[in-house]
């Protein structure tokens, strides 16, 4: 058989095709649930493989509807299950007590596993693969990038959890004479202290470029600070 009679064969509703569909939904979501799952992310390996694997099964049960002579849009099941992942992948984002948002990048990805199930389940083989590498090389290459744009900016926002309040004026103090600016001050009470020292979260601009780390540093030499954290 020619390569093209062997497509013919792959694209189709039959055993073959049926089977390299789902196994390769398990193949993709699996390989994106990796690198999620090597992060510790809740929704990892399992996670997207399943709605990999749902989402494939749901483009072969609309292809099978019509094979079947019955009157139904076979685009209709897959447009609920676009709809129905902002569903599960809102759950995947949370809000920490310090107002720090997580989970945007695994929601992304799991939408994004449902709707490579879905190229799959029709056939689209080419535009799946290609996929799962462009989300590959996000996820783990412009991590890196993102990183360094972030830890180099001009502008922050630090968490700091001191032992008294009178310290914040300290911390301003110490601010002020590094060439930082503080655009604005949000004074909150730690929620994950038995003690329930107080904390703050700064929003600072720096004059010139200043490693985030080195601002780290010198935070949490400050006489009182007991936490630091860059959000």
């Known amino acids: 058989m020619s390569f093209k009679e062997i497509m013919?064969?792959?694209?189709?509703?039959?055993?073959?095709?049926?089977?390299v569909r789902l196994i390769l939904a398990v193949i993709c979501g699996g390989l994106i649930g990796l690198e999620r799952e090597s992060k510790r992310r809740a929704a990892?390996?399992?996670?997207?493989?399943?709605?990999?694997?749902?989402?494939?099964?749901?483009?072969?049960?609309?292809?099978?509807?019509?094979?079947?002579?019955?009157?139904?849009?076979?685009a209709r099941l897959g447009a609920q299950v676009i709809a129905g992942m902002g569903f599960?992948?809102?759950g995947a984002i949370i809000v920490t007590s310090r107002r720090q948002v997580k989970g945007l990048t695994t929601a992304a990805g799991l939408w994004t596993s449902a709707i490579i199930g879905l190229s799959?389940?029709?056939?689209?083989?080419?535009?799946?693969?290609l996929a799962v590498c462009l989300v590959l090389i996000a996820e783990?290459?412009?991590?890196?990038?993102?990183?360094?744009?972030?830890?180099?900016a001009?502008?922050?926002?630090?968490?700091?959890?001191?032992?008294?309040?009178?310290?914040?004026?300290?911390?301003?103090?110490?601010?002020?004479?590094?060439?930082?600016?503080?655009t604005d001050i949000e004074f909150t009470k730690s929620r994950t202290s038995v003690n329930s020292h107080p904390s703050a979260i700064f929003s600072v601009r720096f004059?010139?470029?200043?490693?985030?780390?080195?601002?780290?540093?010198?935070?949490?030499?400050?006489?009182?600070v007991l936490t630091v954290e860059e959000l």
């Open 154 to 182: 001009r502008s922050m926002n630090v968490y700091v959890e001191f032992a008294d309040p009178h310290d914040l004026d300290r911390i301003v103090e110490e601010m002020t004479a590094h060439n930082m600016s503080i």
């Open 120 to 129: 799959i389940g029709t056939g689209y083989y080419e535009a799946a693969l």
């Open 88 to 90: 599960i992948g809102a």
């Open 207 to 224: 004059r010139k470029k200043m490693p985030h780390e080195n601002v780290m540093a010198l935070l949490s030499e400050i006489e009182g």
């Open 44 to 74: 990892g390996f399992r996670t997207h493989t399943l709605i990999c694997i749902g989402a494939t099964l749901t483009t072969l049960v609309s292809q099978y509807m019509v094979s079947r002579g019955l009157n139904t849009d076979p």
């Open 140 to 152: 783990l290459f412009l991590s890196k990038f993102e990183y360094f744009i972030v830890s180099t």
């Open 8 to 19: 013919t064969v792959l694209r189709g509703v039959g055993i073959a095709g049926i089977a």
